[in-house]
């Protein structure tokens, strides 16, 4: 059975700085594209960054130069480090497992609140 298990969510200021994590079981890690999405009140659900088998990565355009998505395969994990944090950064995030970089997603995480407030 696929598990996705995310944590390092929290309250952080403006400007602050979090990482995420995505501990995976129950498939082969390696070989599958991982991927972080958000989804903030009253928004669709959107594809934050994910990154391939290879390490190639795809970033949305309003996290570029902000986020890094990496993956551990010895751990089995996938991070999201967030920089720069702002406010409209405020959402819960969700990781997924894809078979590219830009999806389909077929399993999901539960998911870890970010809150970007003073």
């Known amino acids: 059975q696929v598990q996705l298990v995310e944590s390092g969510g929290g309250l952080v200021q403006p400007g602050g700085s979090l990482r995420l994590s995505c501990a995976a079981s129950?498939?082969?890690?390696?070989?599958?594209?991982m991927a972080w999405h958000r989804q903030a009140p009253g928004k669709q659900r959107e594809l934050v960054a994910s990154?391939?088998?290879?390490?190639?990565?795809n970033y949305a355009d309003s996290v570029k130069g902000r986020f890094t998505i990496s993956r551990d395969y010895a751990k089995n994990t996938v991070y999201l480090e967030m920089n720069s944090l702002k406010a409209e950064d405020t959402a819960v995030y969700y990781c997924?497992?894809?078979?590219?970089?830009?999806?389909?997603?077929?399993?999901w995480g539960q998911g870890t609140q970010v809150t970007v407030s003073s």
């Open positions: 997924a497992r894809g078979s590219s970089r830009y999806g389909p997603w077929d399993y």
């Open positions: 129950g498939t082969t890690f390696s070989i599958y594209t």
């Open positions: 990154i391939t088998p290879y390490g190639y990565t």
